[in-house]
């Protein structure tokens, strides 16, 4: 099963962490959030302490579906769930398959959109290099995530990402990345949710396409918009506001 951190009671929120992330960025929310809710930070197939033996592929669904197993073990069926990311992709395909459990979503510096050809082509790619020379691949792609201006200012959150990646295995990576250039498109989840939707974004988040995004999912009922001057990484880069952003969405739909 997976590995899981559970603090707090109250209603359920789980927050799913990104590619090379694990659920350790989730601390600072999660030592928040626990005042008030039951919160339960969840490290997903090949990443932080969860199994290193993976399928050669991570579907979103099958990340779901085990995402899933850790709920019915703490006999949960009922959760606000948080994905950052990668996450988010899990979080959508998890309301997806088990809708009737999910009362609130938050897309985090995530979308609902699949992968264009050019990214296909990119995670392949990725997925080569990362098992070749993981440490260099760490060391240019993760700068990348953070807003230009954020760079120089924060190479001690930069180490702290990458340290993150460390802990992830080069199999669970690379089946990640196959992963995600496998997802479909999920706007039609999000539009029939029917559920309170939180939608945080980066100003200069370069890894998803926020005009695209938010064109898409135009009309869609119950969805909290909030883009913010970071880019990929604002669990490191504001922290602060993204917990203010949350605690207010949390208080306007489940209190």
Known sequence: MLYY??????KVIVFLHGFLENSRMWRFFQNNLSKKYRVIAIDLPGHGRSSKKT???????????????????????D?????????????????????????????????TLPDDEI??????????VV????????????????????????????KTAISWAKHASLTGISAALKGMRLRKDRTDVLRNLD?????????????????????????????????ISTGHMGALEAPEECLEIMEFWLNQNFN
């Open 5 to 10: 951190r559970d603090k707090g009671k109250g």
């Open 55 to 77: 399928n050669e592929v991570n579907r979103m669904e099958d990340m779901a579906k085990k995402v899933n197993n850790v709920l019915e073990h703490l006999k949960i069926d």
């Open 79 to 111: 959760v606000i769930i948080i994905g950052h990311s990668m996450g988010g992709y899990v979080a959508l395909a998890f309301a997806d398959l088990y809708k009737y459990k999910v009362s609130g979503l938050g897309l985090f510096y995530s979308t």
């Open 119 to 128: 990214k296909k082509e990119q995670r392949l790619k990725a997925a080569e």
């Open 131 to 158: 098992v070749k020379n993981p440490k260099e691949f760490f060391r240019l792609s993760i700068p990348n995530l953070f807003a230009p201006e954020n760079v120089p200012l924060m190479q001690s959150e930069i």
């Open 195 to 227: 559920k309170p939707i939180l939608l945080i974004l980066g100003k200069y988040d370069t890894a998803i396409k926020n005009a695209e995004l938010i064109n898409k999912l135009e009309g869609t009922e119950h969805l909290s918009i909030f883009e």
